[in-house]
């Protein structure tokens, strides 16, 4: 969450508005800046865009970036399979709900 992050946000909200797009967000690194965060959450709320969650900054996302890994193949703990598979479920939840078919 940063004021950039707050404007990319916005601008992309506007162009999903504009084609009539459904809005998912997560927040990265949310625990930097938890104010911020928390208003981007009430800015889903407002657009009525579906607020996914917050992951928290972790040093080992970019370690794996800087290996040219992903973050399971770079750390396999418990914690972040569980954040991730939690995140892939609810993301697909919501998908199903908009494209019952």
């Not at 992050?5 to 800046?33: Q, S, T, Y």
């Not at 598979?85 to 199903?96: F, M, Y």
Request: proline residues 5%; charged residues 25%.
């Amino acid at each position: 969450p940063s004021a950039s992050g707050m404007h990319d946000l916005e601008r992309i909200a506007a162009l999903a508005d504009h084609f009539r797009l459904p809005g998912f967000v997560l927040v990265n690194k949310a625990d930097l800046h938890w104010p911020l965060a928390r208003a981007i959450r009430k800015f889903c709320d407002v657009k009525g865009y579906r607020f996914m969650g917050y992951l928290p900054f972790r040093r080992t996302f970019t370690q794996a970036q800087v290996e040219g890994k992903t973050i399971l193949e770079y750390d396999d703990s418990k914690q972040i399979k569980q954040a991730l598979v939690g995140l892939w479920q609810k993301l697909r939840q919501e998908i199903d709900r908009l494209n019952p078919n």
